[in-house]
């Protein structure tokens, strides 16, 4: 894997190894996309122990989960920061790390040989829970049924042991991005950075903040005001695969998606108290076990998908790319990120501008109403 100009990993072929087999194109979920699935169940819920909540981006789903696996001597595959700030995949095999995979990464996680880690573990008989973004899912799924070396007991396609969930993902922006985003910030606190929240709850989940300590004080900024942040929700630093999603809507072959329940307050507000409220979709009948399992630590109700993804889009359909999003990565590292950011994304204040802003505003509540 190599890092192309924008800071995004693309495979490399070393010619002079490659046997030709194709078995790379074999398990190429891009290559080889699912059709959409059966509608998924649909459910809203959160932790009772609100100590799992606060730690939790959402409503703690996550956690319990992990730990019915962890429970059977299993392992829990996750994004986590490594020392250096970088988003990597890893496994955990005890709860007292599961704080680790705790927590939304805005970042493309490093995959690393974590496949290869799944077979292995799969093949010594152990629960295996990978979590990931659509796409990470995919591959893994494509493959473990091309290796087919599950278990002395399931050797063929399927193994029983492998519990998978996706993540709604709204598009992994660059690892570069962030790299420069943490060293600006390094330069102007003087100090190294300590700890990092994307999504710290202190003035509510809704009302997020992102949390930086630096040796000599914490900052909570809003993520409006964020320069990686703002590039990221205005989809300017997105992976180009991002704009054209081949495993959104339910394509992924996972057994449960995870996401936050946006609009909640609406549709379910009986379970609103600005804590985080997890949204659970169950694909397949492994996903259903497990959701069982869980049920009687949660406070929960049963939904619609449409009210789900009435403030959650990207369930169902990928973002649009930003006009600048060129401009942007041309740009990169040229000038300080922050520079850039407010540049690109200050408003047009022209009449041209504001006509396109008020149009942009009535085609999403269209498009949301008929959802």
């Not at 300590?194 to 009302?207: I, P």
């Not at 009435?310 to 942007?328: A, E, Y």
Request: net charge positive; proline share 6%.
């Amino acid at each position: 894997m190599r890092d192309d100009h924008e800071g995004f990993l693309y495979p490399q072929v070393n010619s002079g190894s490659c046997t030709r087999c194709r078995r790379c194109e074999k398990v190429c979920p891009a290559l080889h996309q699912a059709k959409n699935p059966q509608p998924p169940e649909v459910f809203a819920c959160s932790s009772k122990d609100a100590g799992v909540r606060q730690q939790s981006s959402s409503g703690g789903l996550f956690s319990l989960l992990a730990e019915k696996i962890l429970e059977q001597k299993g392992v829990v595959f996750g994004a986590a920061f490594n020392e250096q700030w970088e988003v990597i995949h890893r496994f955990i095999d005890s709860p007292q790390e599961l704080a680790l995979l705790r927590g939304s990464k805005y970042v493309q996680s490093r995959l690393g040989d974590t496949f290869k880690q799944v077979e292995r573990f799969l093949g010594e008989d152990r629960p295996v829970f990978f979590t990931g973004t659509p796409c990470q899912v995919a591959g893994l799924k494509k493959f473990v049924a091309l290796t087919g070396k599950f278990s002395k007991h399931s050797p063929n396609l399927h193994s029983p042991n492998l519990l998978t969930a996706d993540i709604v993902c709204h598009g992994v922006p660059s690892p570069k991005v962030f790299r420069l985003y943490r060293e600006e910030k390094e330069r102007r606190h003087h100090s190294p950075l300590k700890e990092l929240s994307f999504r710290d709850k202190t003035h509510g989940w809704q009302n997020y903040h992102i949390r930086m300590k630096f040796e000599s004080e914490t900052c909570l900024i809003s993520p409006w005001k964020d320069d990686f942040m703002r590039g990221f929700l205005s989809d300017l630093s997105l992976r180009p695969s991002c704009y054209a999603c081949f495993a959104d809507n339910f394509r992924s072959g996972s057994d449960l998606t995870l996401a936050d329940y946006w609009g909640i307050s609406r549709f379910h507000p009986e379970l609103f108290d600005d804590q985080g409220t997890s949204l659970v979709l169950v694909h397949t009948e492994k996903g259903q076990e497990y959701w069982q399992r869980v049920v009687p630590m949660l406070e929960w109700r049963e939904s619609a998908l449409k009210n789900a993804v009435r403030d959650n889009p990207c369930l169902v359909r990928s973002v649009s790319s930003h006009p600048k999003r060129r401009l942007f990565f041309e740009k990169l590292g040229t000038i300080p990120l922050s520079e850039l950011i407010a540049d690109l994304l200050k408003p047009d204040r022209s009449l041209r501008g504001q006509v396109k802003r008020v149009l942009r505003f009535v085609y999403r509540r269209f498009v949301r109403q008929h959802d």
